[in-house]
């Protein structure tokens, strides 16, 4: 019933720029506060960004502030993060996370890879 799906993800060369798309279906979902996740094998997962529902308010951690922008339509039930000047520490699994009613939804999660 709830399904968040991801997409835009690859392979970039360091520097580069890359636009995540997550698509959400089954909720209302300008009333949802959306995050993006990332996760690296052997590390937990850990923020990339945060919006809330009317999209008037973000954070971001201090690894990618100033090179992510997250952002959403509310008319299309989508959410993006422009990531720019990418590195390779920012290669991860890269995930969607939707927050309504005391429920948490995840996407599946999508690859990026930053290599040249």
């Known amino acids: 019933q709830v399904h968040l799906e991801e997409s835009g993800g690859g392979l970039v060369q360091p520097g580069g720029s890359l636009t995540l798309s997550c698509t959400v279906s089954g909720i209302t979902f300008s009333d949802a506060n959306m995050r993006w996740y990332r996760q690296v094998p052997g590390k937990e997962r850990e923020l990339v960004s945060w919006?809330?529902?009317?999209?008037?308010?973000?954070i971001y951690p201090d690894s990618v502030k100033g090179r992510f922008t997250i952002s959403r339509n509310n008319a299309n039930n989508t959410m993006y993060l422009q990531m720019n000047g990418l590195k390779f520490e920012d290669t991860a699994m890269y995930y969607c996370?939707?927050?309504?009613?005391?429920?948490?939804?995840w996407g599946q999660g999508i690859q990026v890879t930053v290599a040249s």
């Open positions: 996370h939707a927050f309504l009613d005391w429920n948490e939804y």
């Open positions: 919006i809330s529902s009317a999209g008037g308010s973000t």
